[in-house]
């Protein structure tokens, strides 16, 4: 088995002068830096006094799991000589947050939208989102249903 390791360190940025002297008193903002590449600015979600100008934990959670399932369908459609020229995804997924202020999602949905040359492959280019999701390293790394409603199209252009 291979193991594979990785870093990043989660840097606060939002200290107003009085740390978390008060609930109101910090801005929950923090820097996502990992080596070698471009900072992230981050903050709580907006529902959490959260900037909705920055990526927040649960953005960056179901970009993660939409951008893990659009790797692995490539490389299966790569594979399996399909064609894929255009791929775009508008996922979703629900959190739900108990009296308590505990939370958890629920589900997420991926709405992939792809675009083939191949017009005799659009059944196959469809049955491979399920192989996607199996193989998937953040689809399996959730105990919530992860669903699929994806369309395929062709379109005929020289590549």
Known sequence: MKSHE???LIKWTGNKGKGTKSYTSYERSYDIIIENKPTLKGSADPAFRGNAELY???DLFLASISSCHMLWYLHFCSVNKITVIDYQDKATATMEETAEG???FTKAILY???VILEKDKIELAESL?????????IANSCNFPIQHKSKVTTQEKDY
């Open 6 to 8: 990785y870093q990043s």
């Open 56 to 58: 927040n934990p649960e």
């Open 102 to 104: 505990k939370g958890h």
């Open 112 to 114: 992939p939208e792809v």
């Open 129 to 137: 989102h399920q192989k996607a999701n199996e193989f998937c390293f």
